[in-house]
């Protein structure tokens, strides 16, 4: 569910720190270096990077904007290679089968059945293509805050990491604790009796 979904999933942070340079120079160096990469690697399983809003498959912010008015919107894309464990079942299922008729052998060991499916997974992996996950990012510079179109844990944490390392900011998720933590309007004795709040149980 994206930024132009009939409804949305949003995740909202606080962002922190200062650019070293200027905040336009930064933002189109993190997204350039950082730009979403094919996986070359056969054997790897992710890859993850930013890819521009408006062209989630050419991840080439020369060409593309990142900068609609005064947000900065583009993309994470998170791309992900697996096989789905009945495939590996299936296959493994049928070179056992394969090997035993050529052997002649009621059974394989423990050890041999281990080894042809982790040859199998092998296989399998370099055959499969990545699948593509895109969520959008709505940076408001202005006041120094940002929108993540998902609530993903997994997608969340990639996001942290690959922000931080792009423009050597951090970003802070925002719930009411932390809200509260970077509001000035509240006092330090306010905020202590805030942070020590717990559940209160209604029923007798």
């Known amino acids: 569910m994206g930024l132009l979904s009939a ?21 189109r160096e993190g997204l350039t270096k950082n730009a979403i990469s094919e996986i070359e690697d ?13 062209s989630p498959f050419d991840p080439d912010f020369e060409k593309f904007s990142y900068t609609f008015g005064t947000y900065f919107l583009f993309s994470l894309r998170i791309d992900k290679k697996g096989v789905p464990g009945k495939i590996i079942q299936k296959h493994t299922a049928m070179e056992i089968t394969k090997r035993l008729k050529e052997s002649g052998r009621d059974a394989l060991s423990r050890n041999e059945k281990t080894d042809i499916k982790d040859t199998i997974t092998e296989k399998l992996m370099r055959q499969m293509p990545s699948t593509p996950n895109l969520y959008e990012v709505l940076w408001i510079h202005e006041d120094d805050t940002l929108l993540f179109f998902t609530t993903q844990k997994a997608a969340t944490e990639e996001l942290e990491t690959l922000f931080k390392t792009s423009f050597k900011r951090k970003l802070v ?17 306010e905020r202590d009796l805030i942070a020590n709040l717990g559940p209160v149980k209604f029923s007798r």
């Open 7 to 27: 409804s949305l999933s949003v995740t909202r942070y606080r962002v922190e720190g200062d650019a070293e340079e200027s905040l336009l120079e930064t933002i």
């Open 173 to 189: 998720r925002l719930f009411p604790f932390t809200m509260v933590e970077g509001n000035p309007n509240f006092s330090d004795k």
């Open 42 to 54: 056969e054997y790897a399983e992710i890859a993850v990077g930013w890819t521009p809003f408006e």
